[in-house]
């Protein structure tokens, strides 16, 4: 039923890339699964297509429509285009659509599925807001708001059919991950070398951290994609303008600066290290479904309610194991280093108790992953579109 009721619909999806790639990454993955997976006619209208080119390389900024990866990319003009309206219309983030395309959404004799895709939390409110209606005050319209999450009360998250399964593929292949490595010019690295990737915002905790590692008695390599933190790398190695391709060295750390990784090949990045630092949404997502032990730099808002965002989710991920009766340890060290590094403060201190407790922590990602999955958003969001189209047209019988 839910694969017939997919593939006669369209969807228009709406991103505003406000800062970084969090949104921009969302939307794309979203995309390209309605398209590739449930067979929807996708058009994705991005207003910064060359944020858009950053996460798939092979796209023309300078093109109004493009076709990529099954999707149709279209630019988001200022004038925006006579174009109708889909069958489910998704306004990623809040983000303001066009008032041309409200008005010809009213005008449609089947009103879209107009869904409100909002930020991801794991806060106990969001299950009272996920699948709330907000009727329009003049038109006659609803728009309903569709929160992701942890939890079966909410969205879930996007997760490709094949992704856990090209995953344990590629951690069971040697060659595979041998041409990885070598595909960053690097060779395979030894056994006893502790892999790191840091993608973050700038962080004056970066220094700290570096001098641990560097000081510490585990050789370690950390993989730096391109990004906003490249300026403090070259700041502590006394290096003007790190680019891709430049390496570092201090005591036992070594450091290479990545290319900025097109999205498709971020998962291999995060497959192939031992543990994972990631910031914002898009990224955080994807180390959990790695199975790997990692930290989440969450984007600091000027009101501080990140800290109870970050909480919430840490509250989460532990409770399974807390409620079983497991060593706390690894529980407080995760803790330690997490909100060191979004305080900006003694990561390097915390350092020490996290790097012990590795072992149990890549057990507790692994069987987080397997719950996560069971929860999959692109499918809520069809059933959902589902669900309110039948109301919808209730109603209109009823008339």
């Given at each position: 039923?839910?694969?017939?009721?997919?593939?006669?619909?369209?969807?228009?999806?709406?991103?505003?890339?406000?800062?970084?790639?969090?949104?921009?990454?969302?939307?794309?993955?979203?995309?390209?699964?309605?398209?590739?997976?449930h067979g929807l006619s996708v058009r994705l209208w991005v207003e910064d297509?060359?944020?858009?080119?950053?996460?798939?390389?092979?796209?023309?900024?300078?093109?109004d429509s493009q076709h990529r990866r099954g999707v149709e990319v279209c630019a988001w003009r200022t004038e925006f285009p006579d174009v109708q309206p889909a069958s489910i219309v998704i306004e990623a983030f809040a983000c303001k659509l066009p008032g041309s395309y409200i008005e010809a959404m009213a005008e449609q004799e089947q009103q879209p599925a107009w869904i409100n895709l909002e930020y991801l939390s794991a806060e106990d409110w969001v299950h009272g807001c996920h699948g709330l209606p907000s009727p329009h005050p003049r038109l006659p319209l609803t728009k309903y708001f569709f929160f992701p999450g942890f939890t079966r009360q909410t969205g879930g998250l996007l997760l490709e059919r094949d992704l856990l399964a090209r995953r344990d593929a590629f951690l069971n292949d040697g060659a595979a991950q041998e041409g990885f490595w070598k595909s960053l010019g690097l060779g395979m690295p030894a056994a006893d070398i502790l892999k790191i990737s840091l993608f973050a915002y700038e962080n004056a905790a970066l220094p700290g951290l570096f001098d641990a590692w560097a000081s510490g008695t585990q050789a370690i390599l950390c993989l730096v994609p391109e990004g906003r933190i490249l300026p403090q790398l070259g700041l502590y190695f006394g290096a003007a303008a790190p680019r891709a391709g430049n390496e570092y060295a201090r005591g036992n750390l070594r450091v290479r600066v990545l290319p900025f990784v097109a999205q498709e090949d971020y998962d291999m990045l995060l497959w192939a290290c031992d543990l994972n630092f990631v910031r914002g949404e898009d990224s955080c997502v994807r180390a959990q479904w790695a199975g790997k032990p990692f930290v989440w730099q969450i984007y600091p808002q000027h009101d501080d309610v990140h800290w109870q965002k970050l909480q919430a989710f840490l509250d989460l991920y532990n409770a399974p194991r807390l409620s079983a009766g497991e060593d706390a340890r690894a529980v407080l060290a995760q803790q330690g280093l997490w909100r060191e590094w979004n305080q900006e403060g003694g990561a390097g201190a915390t350092w020490p108790a996290f790097a012990a407790a590795l072992d149990e922590l890549k057990h507790r990602a692994q069987d987080w992953a397997r719950l996560l999955a069971e929860n999959n958003l692109a499918l809520n969001l069809l059933d959902f579109c589902q669900k309110v189209g039948r109301i919808r047209a209730l109603k209109i019988e009823g008339q």
């Open positions: 039923m839910r694969s017939d009721f997919a593939a006669a619909l369209r969807c228009d999806i709406f991103c505003n890339v406000i800062d970084n790639y969090g949104d921009i990454g969302v939307c794309w993955r979203l995309a390209r699964q309605l398209a590739n997976e297509l060359a944020s858009f080119a950053k996460l798939c390389p092979d796209a023309d900024a300078t093109l």
